[in-house]
């Protein structure tokens, strides 16, 4: 009894803050589940290797960011330039990974309509290859961002202190999910991708381009993917096994949301943030981790699709 | 232009170009990330000297060390094939139609074939301690072929008879390891009833509790599609690392133990007592693998191998003629558990310690390479690719040639588990049936019960 | 004879707000060849998953009644479940193991009804290995009942239609049920195939004592083969009686002919 009391007496203390920087949290996840659940709705299987794009975006961010800030002090201008630059380079080589991934460890075998579990193992195969590969050209050690702006706290809610990396993630969060959400319900594109997950023979009947769309969505979601693995890396830093965890954090997100359901990722992600965030309070550090597979495993138990439910091809 | 690059041969020389970059720039030197390009340029020979590339031994070493390895194999295959057709299609020319379409009526003299391959190797295996002598050459077989062997036979249950992907494998072992290091009293945890139990006694401990473990895993999950399976399993696999890694008062934390007892036998007048030398160890564990070789292959032929075989092919075919796919899925799951388990109390027993960094999910895909190269379901194809991968791995970590470091294994595993994917999914040595699935899978003709619904199908080629 | 062996009162089955079965209310006695009809789309074939526990109707009672008079609820139970009890099918679009032969399609049924006796098959122990000769000889036996022996090695993917309609059946044969229910067993199969299904059928019935449930499209064949018939329309039963009653009754010649099945509905004429 006293325990849990105690226990909540944290809680209350820290509430605020720690409500914060779940939904920091969260929008990371979220940008993440974005790339599974899109896989999913396509080519209806786990993108196993999606959590090396999400490593390997953080790795291009920081490489940037090392040539661009170095050891100067950039000046409120140049903070902005340059963390739009780290998140369009992070992005893009994230898309890039993605695209390359789709080529070699799916494409061969979409050809030739092999059983799912030969994709599963050959994403498993590319995930282990990437991320191993990073690390040995880049080295196995943790390497610190240089983010280009200090991290001063901007204002407070309820006496908790938001500080800049906490307005940057929501920023660039919201630009991107937003943005996301308007390209699949709306653009050419966007229709192709839905097309594709509700049925893809009748789609590729209709004149969509499957490869292409497949490509795109892989890109789309590799994208959103790379810009979240360098908004993770800011503060922790980047090193080549960092994607595994929050992968798979990610990936219990878009279940809960409902996997094939964008908006249910998005949701999927923050409630996951927060819930985990909360749980600091009871959870002891080495097992938050913990916290999350224990959310994937009841919601498999309880409801397999999700709080959304699974839309497939209905996303957006 | 276009049609320049569409070329399908320019296409092919551009990716047997690309592959051979990649080639050069994973045997190449460790980079670092103070200098980005350094692991990059350095593969290219020193100071970026174009023809210092020429020269590296480690050219030499690396086309040496696939001619073996492409020799090994398909020297192997080859005399499986003579024997397969000598004893199938005397003559036939058109074998390898029929042989898909129709099954062999002499079943038994294939049997006898492959008893007769499993007799040469195990004279072999017998004699081959008296073959390499040198004791650290004989502690790496044992621990890092003989060992491996006996947990690819336990995963080619889950993963190829019963067609489950099981990622946290790993984590019965762990459980089988650390319920040693507890039976034995060598955990900061007390073991069972305050007695320093004897080794052999942690054997039925370890299998029963990484089976539990297992079917309690299993129940839950294994009503799922076959891709949460491998996440959750995953999952698990982690949170078991998680564990042992942090519970300092229970496992002993990040420095697990090191007070292992040795292997020991005593009862009554008989008494036999495991020592450094590596040569008693090699031949117990070749018992187990034997043991476990048999114990198989029985099982596969049984009642419940077609059982799974059925599920794997149509589990709602399978569940209209009574079959319980749950139950069937969870045994399976259990089975592999238990080997693991079981596999967890001979590395224990012969290593003396237990320490987390062994356990991590990385190991889990290590034995699932075993599995896929030899050809997943097959039992012998689960053997030799085994022996092929993990004897190499062996090799390298004896006496390794500059090119290779230790920490790249992985690199390499994950590698070949994409190519394996891409050209010969069934493995090297496939299982008959096993391969026939494959083909009516691709075809269209069998469903695909990993995921019934299938959103990936044929494209057409893109002009 | 006379006793009930499926009583089917008030089934109703929806999905979402699709209403596929409604108050279906039909009962088939033992030892019967029974044939539910009807255009496409009117509820036979969720009328054989809610039978052997694919489906579960929200509403109604689906009992059935074994030889020794123990009755079962079938809604709520598992397909195995319902197989155990005696139950056995066939698919509309057939469903063999089709990378396995002939022989150990039809084997696989007749020892699914045993436990798990993992540990013997491990050890292989004299009853495991007894079990399996007997296995052996009652798939032996189904083989040379329907007339697949010559095709005992042949895999199953490679048979013809026919065959497979045939390999179908001894499949549900060997899990020694009291039913037997056949999806449009006739799809797909040339006249000659036909006529031997048909007598294949009526022997199952004959020798073996096992009573068919049947859905079928060939008016010709169900006209000749069933004894007493359904007719579902829209989810509900339309009309039921010997095939004489059904052939004169307007409402049936109505339901066909307001549908697409026109055709059908002269051969029921």
Known sequence: ?316 | ?463 | MGSLIFDVQDVTLRFGGVVSLNNVTLHQNRGEILAIIGPNGAGKTSLFNSLTGVYAPQEGTILFTNSQDKSISVIGKKPFRVSNAGVARTFQASRMFSAMTTFENVKIGAESHRGLGVVGAMLKGPATRRDDRNSDQATKELLEFVGLTSQANTIAASLSYGARRRLEIARGLATKPEVLLLDEPAAGTNPAEKIELAQLIRRVRDEMGVSILLIEHDMKLVMSLAERLYVLNFGSVIASGTPDEIRANPVVIEAYLGSADAGVAEETK
């Not at chain 1, 307005?167 to 966007?190: E, H, P, Q, Y």
């Not at chain 1, 909360?278 to 397999?304: H, Q, T």
């Not at chain 2, 057709?85 to 390898?96: H, L, P, S």
């Not at chain 2, 074939?113 to 077989?141: I, M, N």
Request: with cysteine; net charge positive.
């Open chain 1, 1 to 316: 009894m006293s325990y849990f009391s105690s226990h909540f007496a944290t809680l209350g203390h820290e509430f605020w803050g720690l409500l914060v920087g779940g939904i920091a949290n969260g929008f990371i996840y979220a940008m993440v589940a974005i790339g599974y659940t899109m896989v999913y709705g396509v080519l209806r299987l786990i993108n196993f290797a999606h959590s090396e794009v999400f490593m390997t975006g953080a790795f291009a961010s920081f490489f940037l960011l090392k040539f661009l800030v170095g050891n100067s002090t950039p000046n409120a201008f140049e903070s902005v330039v340059y963390l739009i630059a780290a998140v369009l380079i992070g992005g893009i080589v994230g898309a890039l990974v993605a695209l390359l991934l789709e080529r070699v460890a799916y494409r061969p075998l979409r050809r030739r309509s092999a059983p799912k579990l030969a994709y599963l193992i050959s994403a498993i195969g590319a995930s282990y290859f990437l991320y191993n590969f990073v690390g040995k050209e880049f080295g196995r050690i943790n390497l610190s961002i240089d983010a280009p702006y200090t991290n001063n706290t901007v204002f407070t809610i309820f006496g908790a202190p938001v500080q800049t990396y906490y307005i940057v993630i929501f920023f660039v969060g919201v630009t991107m999910l937003v943005t996301l959400d308007r390209l699949v319900a709306t653009s050419k594109l966007g229709h192709g991708i839905r097309a594709v997950a509700q049925d893809a023979e009748t789609a590729s009947l209709m004149g969509v381009n499957i490869d292409r769309t497949i490509a795109l969505t892989f890109m789309l979601g590799g994208f959103l993917g790379g810009v979240a693995g360098f908004l993770y890396s800011i503060p922790v830093g980047a090193v080549y096994g960092m994607g595994f965890t929050p992968a798979l954090k990610a990936f219990s997100a878009a279940v809960l949301g409902g996997i094939g359901n964008l908006r249910g990722a998005v949701l999927g992600g923050l409630i996951l943030g927060v819930v985990e965030s909360l749980s600091v309070a009871f959870v002891s550090g080495a097992y938050i981790d913990v916290v999350a597979f224990g959310v994937l495993v009841l919601v498999l138990l309880v409801r397999p699709t999700g709080i959304l439910g699974e839309r497939l091809g209905r996303s957006a």
């Open chain 2, 1 to 463: 232009m276009k049609n320049f690059f569409g070329n399908p041969r320019l296409q092919r020389y551009g990716r047997t170009l690309l592959i051979l970059l990649l080639i050069i720039v994973m045997t190449g030197p460790e980079g670092n990330g103070s200098q980005p390009t350094s692991g990059f340029t350095g593969s290219f020979g020193n100071h970026m000297s174009f023809f210092g590339f020429f020269y590296p031994q480690r050219w030499v070493v690396f086309v040496l060390l696939a001619g073996i390895i492409y020799g090994v194999i398909s020297s192997v295959k080859l005399t499986v094939h003579w024997w397969r057709n000598r004893a199938i299609f005397r003559g036939d020319t058109y074998q390898r139609i029929s042989r898909t379409v129709v099954a062999t009526k002499r079943r038994s003299r294939l049997k006898s074939t492959r008893l007769g391959f499993y007799a040469l190797g195990l004279a072999f295996a017998l004699y081959f301690p008296h073959l390499v002598t040198d004791q650290s050459w004989q502690t790496l077989v044992v621990q890092d072929v003989l060992v491996y062997l006996l947990l690819a036979l336990g995963l080619n249950v889950v993963t190829g008879f019963a067609g489950l992907l099981d990622l946290g494998y790993v984590a019965f072992y762990a459980i089988g390891a650390y319920t040693t290091a507890w039976v034995t009293g060598s955990l900061p945890t007390p073991p069972p009833f305050g007695v320093h139990w004897n080794t052999f006694v942690a054997i039925p401990v370890a299998i029963v509790f990484a089976m539990l473990c297992g079917v309690l895993l299993g129940i839950p999950t294994l009503r799922l599609r076959g891709d949460y399976l491998a996440i959750v399993t995953l999952g698990f696999g982690e949170i078991v690392y998680l564990f042992i890694n942090n519970s300092y008062g229970i496992t002993g934390g990040s420095t697990g133990t090191n007070q292992i007892p040795f292997l020991s036998f005593h009862l009554g007048p008989i008494k036999y007592l495991w020592g450094l030398i590596p040569e008693p160890y090699y031949y117990l564990t070749l018992a187990f693998v034997v043991i476990f070789l048999i114990v198989f292959s029985s099982l596969e032929h049984s009642r419940v191998g077609r059982s799974w075989v059925a599920i794997r092919e149509d589990e709602v075919a399978a569940e209209s003629l009574g079959i319980h796919p749950l139950k069937y899925k969870v045994m399976a799951f259990a089975i592999g558990a238990a080997s693991a388990g079981f596999a967890g109390v001979v590395t224990a027993s012969q290593t003396l310690f237990v320490t987390p960094p062994t356990f991590t999910i990385s190991f889990s895909i290590n034995i699932l390479v075993l599995v896929i190269f030899g050809g997943m379901g097959s039992i012998f194809g689960v053997v030799l690719g085994g022996l092929v991968v993990q004897g190499f791995v062996a090799y390298l970590t004896h006496s390794p040639p500059s090119v290779y470091n230790a920490a790249d294994l992985y690199m390499y595993l994950g590698a070949l588990l994409v190519v394996m994917m891409i050209y010969r999914p069934a493995g090297l040595f496939p299982s008959r049936r096993r391969l026939r699935e494959l083909h009516l899978i691709e075809g269209g003709v069998a469903p695909d019960t990993l995921q019934v619904e299938i959103g990936a199908h044929r494209v057409q080629e893109d002009v």
